[in-house]
C-alpha cells in the first residue's frame, strides 16, 4: 500500500535528494594531463628548478622550500631521512623534490598553495611499486599505485573538487617519494548529471503543486 505524501513534503524530499544525489561527484580524479587539463578553467605550474649545489642535490633547513609562492615541506621526524631537490648532475633525470629514508616508515611530503584552489595535479614517482596516497586539506584522500622508477616522474595524478582546498598531502611506504611540475588552479563549474536535474525538476513541480493547490483553497474559501 503507498502512502499519501503531502505535496510540500514531496517538494521537500525531492529536492534534498537532488541535492543528495552523488554527493561525492564533485570529487573528480584523472590518470592523464589533457583529462584534466579540460576540466580546469586555468591553472599555474610549478616546475623544480635545478639544485644550487655543484653536488647536484640540495637539502633544505628545516625540511621546506617555496617555489613559486607553493611551500613544499616534509616532516622528517615521521621517517629516518631527508628531504631533497636532486636534479641531473646527480640522477640524470629532470630535477625532482624528494622524500628519502633508510627504513621503510611512511615518507611524506606536503604541498601548501597560496590560497584555496579547486583543481591540482602532478608527476610522481616511487623507487618501488608502492602506493601514493594524496590527502586533501579539505576531507577528500584518493591512492594510486606507481610504476617505479629512479627520479622519474612517470606516474600523473590530478583532481578537482567543487570545494576548495589548500593543502595536498602525498604519503608513501616506499624508500623515495618524488614529484615535478605541480600544477594548480580552478576547476571548471560541475554540470549537473541528468539525474539530478529530473530530481530537482520534480522537487520544483511539487512546490509548484502545492502553490496551486493553496491558490484553489483561497478562492474556494473567498
Known amino acids: 500500500m503507498f502512502m499519501k505524501m503531502n505535496p510540500a513534503a514531496l517538494g521537500a ?44 642535490f640540495d637539502s633544505f633547513a628545516g625540511d621546506s622550500v617555496s617555489y613559486g609562492g607553493v611551500t613544499f615541506s616534509s616532516d622528517t621526524s615521521k621517517y629516518n631521512g631527508g628531504f631533497f631537490n636532486i636534479g641531473p648532475v646527480f640522477s640524470g633525470q629532470p630535477a625532482v623534490l624528494a622524500a628519502q629514508q633508510l627504513d621503510f616508515d611512511l615518507l611524506n611530503i606536503l604541498i601548501t598553495f597560496a590560497g584555496p584552489v579547486t583543481a591540482f595535479s602532478l608527476d610522481f614517482g616511487t623507487f618501488g611499486s608502492y602506493d601514493v596516497t594524496f590527502l586533501l586539506s579539505n576531507g577528500q584522500t584518493f591512492t594510486r599505485s606507481t610504476t617505479p622508477g629512479v627520479y622519474e616522474t612517470n606516474n600523473f595524478f590530478g583532481a578537482t573538487d567543487s570545494t576548495p582546498f589548500t593543502t595536498v598531502l602525498l604519503t608513501s611506504a616506499d624508500e623515495s617519494l618524488f614529484l615535478n611540475n605541480v600544477k594548480f588552479g580552478a576547476a571548471v563549474a560541475a554540470v549537473p548529471e541528468p539525474s539530478t536535474w529530473a530530481m530537482m525538476i520534480l522537487g520544483f513541480a511539487g512546490v509548484c503543486a502545492l502553490a496551486c493547490r493553496r491558490r484553489r483553497k483561497g478562492f474556494a474559501t473567498a
Do not use: E, M, R
Not at 544525489?21 to 586555468?42: I, L, R
Open 13 to 56: 524530499a525531492l529536492i534534498l535528494f537532488a541535492g543528495t544525489v552523488n554527493a561525492d561527484a564533485s570529487f573528480v580524479t584523472y590518470s592523464d594531463f589533457s583529462s584534466w587539463n579540460g576540466a580546469t578553467a586555468s591553472h599555474t605550474t610549478i616546475t623544480i628548478p635545478n639544485p644550487s649545489s655543484g653536488s647536484g
